[in-house]
C-alpha cells in the first residue's frame, strides 16, 4: 500500500510559478499511475492531469494544458506538478493520487477510480 505526501505549495503571484512534488513511499512506485487533483472551497474535486508508470504518457485537463507539466522520477519515488502562468482561478489545494489502473483506461479524471491520495497541498495565487 502506497502512502502519499505532498509539498511545495504556497503564496504566489499570477503569472508566477510553482512546483508542487508528491513522495510515495510503502509500494512499488514505478507501477502506479499518478494523477494531480485540486479542489477549491466550495467546488468538487477536479482533475488536473495524469502520467502513466514510466512518465511517456501523460494527459491534462483542458483549463491546465500548455500551462502544466507533470513529470516522475521512479528512482526517487517521486511525481511533481510544475505549474507555469498561474491564475488566480488555480488556487486550491492540490491532491496527488496513485492508481494501479492501466493508463489507457478512460476514466482518470474520476476521483472515485484512485485508490491512494496524499493530504494535499495548498496553492494560492493572488491577482
Known amino acids: 500500500q502506497v502512502q502519499l505526501v505532498e509539498s511545495g505549495g504556497g503564496l504566489v503571484q499570477a503569472g508566477d510559478s510553482l512546483r508542487v512534488s508528491c513522495a510515495a513511499s510503502?509500494?512499488?512506485?514505478?507501477?502506479?499511475?499518478m494523477g494531480w487533483f485540486r479542489q477549491a472551497p466550495g467546488k468538487e474535486r477536479e482533475f488536473v492531469g495524469a502520467?502513466?508508470?514510466?512518465?511517456?504518457?501523460?494527459l491534462y485537463a483542458d483549463v491546465v494544458k500548455g500551462r502544466f507539466t507533470i513529470s516522475r522520477d521512479n528512482a526517487k519515488n517521486t511525481v511533481s506538478l510544475q505549474m507555469n502562468s498561474l491564475k488566480p482561478e488555480d488556487s486550491a489545494v492540490y491532491y496527488c493520487?496513485?492508481?494501479?489502473?492501466?493508463?489507457?483506461?478512460?476514466?482518470?479524471?474520476?476521483?472515485?477510480?484512485?485508490?491512494?491520495w496524499g493530504q494535499g497541498t495548498q496553492v494560492t495565487v493572488s491577482s
Open positions: 493520487a496513485a492508481d494501479l489502473s492501466r493508463f489507457d483506461r478512460d476514466d482518470k479524471s474520476r476521483p472515485e477510480v484512485w485508490g491512494y
Open positions: 510503502g509500494g512499488t512506485f514505478s507501477v502506479y499511475r
Open positions: 502520467i502513466n508508470w514510466s512518465g511517456s504518457s501523460t
